[in-house]
């Protein structure tokens, strides 16, 4: 090997060697694990990371290039990530890579789009005949703590007189899971809406259709009351063992005072007829 050959590899050792003590990639400023952030708001994702050479940044969601549904995009060649307006498929896990052939960094963090409530979950109306029991449960608040419940119910037809009846609504605390409506029409069906409400606003409502019982007459009642299975419970059998033994003490007095009349009468005949006979005997002396 000649002289110049192993000087070009000496230099060339040199130099690499040179850049590569000189090459450095560090960390400026972290980002937070979690990063939150309002449904439709703007959002920058920062990555904090200097370095020389001056280092290529990448951005990768959940482990996969950026998608081009996603709001957000690259700002510029700093590394910036920059949405303008969130929605709620940006939320992930989020991770910039900074590379500059030499030296590679990286930073994390994982967004949480908030929004206004989800839907309310396992909405049940139960009706009587003016009133409705409705009951719910909350499986996503959107981020933020509920503020409070509106509740919406109105006649699903129009009466007949032509006039039209608005909806109702009712405002309820957000502490609240269960709500009673008063002065309903019997025999009517009714539509209930209950959506919750936070800082974002309101959720999405969920609605139910029920109809309230109608009024039943006496024999109307005993039929139903037989039909439902369970329904005599021991209450019911001890009010109906009183209401049968009021009867026969009411029937007890009743025939009672009859033959207290009639043996009455009777005694006053009898002391009619000796007073007249009496009475006889001293006018024939």
């Given amino acids: 090997m000649s002289g110049v050959k192993v000087l070009r590899i000496y230099m060339w050792s040199f130099l690499i060697s040179f850049v590569l003590s000189k090459a450095s990639i560090r960390i400026l400023q972290p980002l ?12 920058t994702l920062n990555c ?12 990768y969601k959940d482990g996969h290039e950026l998608a081009k ?18 929605r709620l498929g940006d939320a992930g896990s989020y991770t910039c890579v900074a590379d500059n052939h030499y030296k590679l960094q990286q930073l994390s963090t994982r967004l949480i789009v908030k929004t206004p409530p989800g839907l309310l979950m396992n ?12 009951r719910w449960h909350v499986a996503d608040d959107g981020g933020y703590p509920i503020l409070y419940f509106t509740l919406l119910y109105m006649p699903v037809s129009h009466p007949v007189n032509g006039t ?6 009712i405002k309820v605390s957000p502490i609240v899971r269960k709500f009673l409506v008063y002065h309903l029409k019997p025999g009517t069906q009714y539509i209930f809406q209950i959506w919750a409400s936070n800082k ?20 109307d009642v005993v039929e139903k009351m037989i ?7 021991s209450t019911l059998w001890m009010v109906a063992a009183y209401m049968v033994a009021a009867s026969f003490i009411f ?9 207290y009349r009639s043996r009455k009468h009777e005694f006053t005949l009898d002391i009619d007829e000796n007073l007249q006979a009496l009475f006889k005997k001293f006018s024939l002396a």
């Fill in 227 to 233: 039909a439902q299975d369970g329904y005599f419970s």
């Fill in 48 to 59: 904090n990371i200097s370095g020389h050479p001056v280092p290529h940044f990448s951005w």
């Fill in 200 to 219: 974002l606003g309101p959720g999405r409502p969920t609605s139910v259709k029920v109809t309230t019982a109608r009024p039943l007459d006496t024999p």
């Fill in 123 to 134: 909405v049940t109306v139960v009706p009587s005949m003016v009133v409705a029991t409705v």
């Fill in 251 to 259: 029937l007890s007095c009743f025939t009672c005072v009859l033959i």
């Fill in 32 to 43: 937070p694990p979690v990063t939150e952030g309002d449904l439709g708001s703007r959002l």
């Fill in 69 to 86: 549904n996603l709001t957000l995009k690259v700002e510029s060649n700093d590394g910036r990530l920059y949405s303008s307006g969130l």
């Fill in 164 to 169: 039209r009846e608005f909806p109702l609504s």
